[in-house]
Every structure is written in C-alpha cells, then in structure tokens.
C-alpha cells in the first residue's frame, strides 16, 4: 500500500471524483460528513488539516482526512463537528492503522463518531454508541398524510401546535432548500444564544466554525450540498436547522428556533418537516447524530452504531495524551449513560449559562457576535 499526504487545497479534481466514486460503493460511507468536501471546507480554516490517499498499483483507493499538531497528535477532521468519521475506500482494500498512522506521521489519532466498519481501528477502540437514523421513503400525500403515516402517535398534537401558530403569528410554510444567507445569520444567532443559555461551549464563538458554516452553504454540488430549512409562520422565522447532504444521507447538524415561541414545539415542528421534505428531494436517510435527546428517541426508526478511542503508535506524546483526554471523556460519558445524573448536570449547565448572560448584562458586554 502507497501513502501519499495532501494538504486540502491540493486535492485534484480526479482525487475528488476517485473519493466520490469510493463513498458511492459502500453505503456506510455515504455520510456527507466523509466527503471531500468537508474535509477540505475544514481545511480552509484549519491549518493542520491533511489527507492521506491510499493507493494500490497506483491507483487511488482509500481516502483519510485528519488533522495534525506538530507534536504528531492527530484527531478526526473537524473532530467535536463532525458526526462521522472513517478512512473511505474502496471495498475489499485492507490497511494497518499503525502503518497508516506512522505515514501520516502521527503517533495517536482521536476518534469520536467512527463509523462502525472501520475494524482495522477496532482494537483501540474504547466505546461503542447509538447513533440514531430516520429511514425516509419518497411520499407525495402531503406532509399532513405523511406525518399521521409516519408518526401516529405524535401527528394529532403537532398538527395542533401548527394549526396554532398560523393563527396566532401567521400562516405556517416551510421552506427546504433556503438560500436566503441572512437566515443562517438567524440560525446561528438562535444557536449562539442558546449554547449561552444552557451552559455549553458556544460553538459559533469561534470564528472558523463560522466561516466554515458560511462556506458550506454555499455548495451545491451531486456528493455535497449544504442546506439550510427554514420554518416561517408568516413573514417570522420561527425554526431552522443547516446540515449537510449527500446524494443520499442529509445529516442533522445545527438546529435552533426562536426561544419566544418555544411553547409551540418549533423544534420537533422543524425535524419533522426537514424528514419529509428531505424524501421527496431524494435523500434515504437522515442521520440525527450521537447523543441521548428525547426527540431523536420519538423520530428514530433505527440505530447505527459509532465508535470513540485513540488509535496509537508507541510513543511518549501518545501516551500523555491519552491519560489527559481519556478521563474527561470518559466522565461525560458517564454522565450521558444515566438520565439520573443527565438532569443534574444539565439544570446546573443551564444554571451556569444564566449567571454568565446575567453578568454580561450587568458588565454591559456586548457578548457573542455572530456573522
């Protein structure tokens, strides 16, 4: 096996056709996060952003994206944003995860979301979890047809809550495929704000995220679309969501809606509406991304299964930066896998989030800005 390492602006165009052609042959790398795209939209802004291409008899057949410190640590591409992570290849090419670590010069690699295939990884792998997906299938009854098919025991009170909302704000439209940039400005001022709010890393407080997002929804190509959904009630934005698609798997990545009408449900509103409208555009699959929320439980129609760990080469920085990044997440694991210590922590996050809003507002800080 022949490694050869690019940096993301070096990628050719029959680089990028040969990675399409690899994710087109194996269904389980269909993910849009495992496009080229992606990973060379993260390195954009990322400087330690690289990509090793496999190849056998010369010609390419594995892609693996990953990003770089100059002590030789290495995690996911755009890893704490990515929901799915692997070396794409073509099937039946086999490879060492040590080899590979050592060509691309890396003494450990940090994984979060791998998908669950990759079994050359499988020995450093330090644990496996749902993933939930929604299996769609194209449907022209309507989305109120659809929904009562699809959902029963949810369709009565959301179609309430909608009917609700048209009269008291304005009538209800959703719009799939929005390109108007000011709403994902909204979307992630909505979210910015809630991170805030709720206690966690504001993610859009980070300029490159920002950019990124940005320059994600601006393509629109057959392997890599970035959509943004908005749903109005008249003129108002009430929900949106971004994410990113593929010819086949629409990932659901940022969601967030306007805290003023929280008690129609705009969020389930907007998950529900991006379900059906994203099957009529063709896509078989959404994918809601790890993590325990009550609404993936009610939209779920099955689970994939994900992986975390640290694929290592013996070597000092390896093992320092095992013992200091294992525990922590070990931790929020932990605290994930019990809804009895889940609630506790997130009342105190929340109650964190509002002390820090509190003292912005006292201290006249301007706070997050979001482009």
């Given at each position: ?133 929604v299996d769609l299938k194209p449907d022209d009854s309507g989305y109120a047809a659809w929904l009562r098919g699809a959902y029963p025991g949810h369709a009565k009170t959301t179609l309430k809550k909608e ?209």
């Amino acid at each position: 096996m022949d490694v050869t390492i690019h940096r993301a602006d070096e990628l050719s165009a029959a680089l990028r056709e040969a990675w399409h052609r690899a994710m087109d042959e194996s269904p389980e790398y269909s993910n849009p996060f495992l496009a080229p795209e992606f990973a060379t939209g993260v390195g954009r802004y990322r400087g330690g952003a690289r990509i090793a291409v496999l190849r056998e008899g010369g010609a390419p057949v594995g892609f693996f994206p990953y990003e770089r410190n100059a002590f030789g640590v290495g995690r996911a591409i755009g890893l704490g944003l990515s929901d799915c992570q692997a070396l794409v290849h073509r099937p039946g090419v086999t490879w060492d995860a040590q080899d590979l670590l050592k060509a691309c010069g890396m003494s450990i690699f940090e994984f979060d979301h791998l998908v669950e295939e990759q079994k050359p990884f499988g020995r450093f792998v330090t644990g496996k979890f749902a993933s939930p997906v929604v299996d769609l299938k194209p449907d022209d009854s309507g989305y109120a047809a659809w929904l009562r098919g699809a959902y029963p025991g949810h369709a009565k009170t959301t179609l309430k809550k909608e009917r609700r909302l048209g009269r008291d704000i304005g009538e209800v439209r959703f719009e799939f495929d929005e390109r108007d940039p000011r709403m994902l400005r909204r979307l992630m001022g909505w979210k910015s704000a809630q991170y805030r709010r709720t206690g966690r890393m504001d993610r859009f407080a980070r300029p490159w995220i920002v950019d990124l997002v940005n320059h994600l929804f601006q393509f629109r190509e057959e392997h890599f679309t970035g959509v943004l959904s908005v749903l109005y009630a008249g003129d108002r934005p009430v929900a949106a969501h971004f994410g990113p698609r593929s010819r086949t798997v629409l990932a659901a990545w940022f969601t967030a809606y306007d805290p003023e009408l929280h008690y129609y449900s705009p969020g389930l509103m907007m998950h529900l509406r991006t379900a059906e409208a994203a099957a009529r555009h063709g896509v078989t699959l959404m994918d809601l991304g790890r993590g325990d929320k009550e609404y993936k439980d009610w939209l779920k129609t099955r689970e994939l299964r994900v992986a975390e760990g640290f694929a290592s080469r013996p070597h000092p920085v390896a093992t320092a930066h095992r013992l200091w990044r294992r525990p922590v997440r070990g931790l929020r694991n932990t605290v994930n896998a019990h809804p009895e210590l889940r609630a506790p922590a997130d009342r105190l996050l929340k109650t964190v989030g509002t002390l820090r809003t509190s003292h912005r507002a006292d201290s006249g800080s301007p706070g997050t800005r979001a482009h």
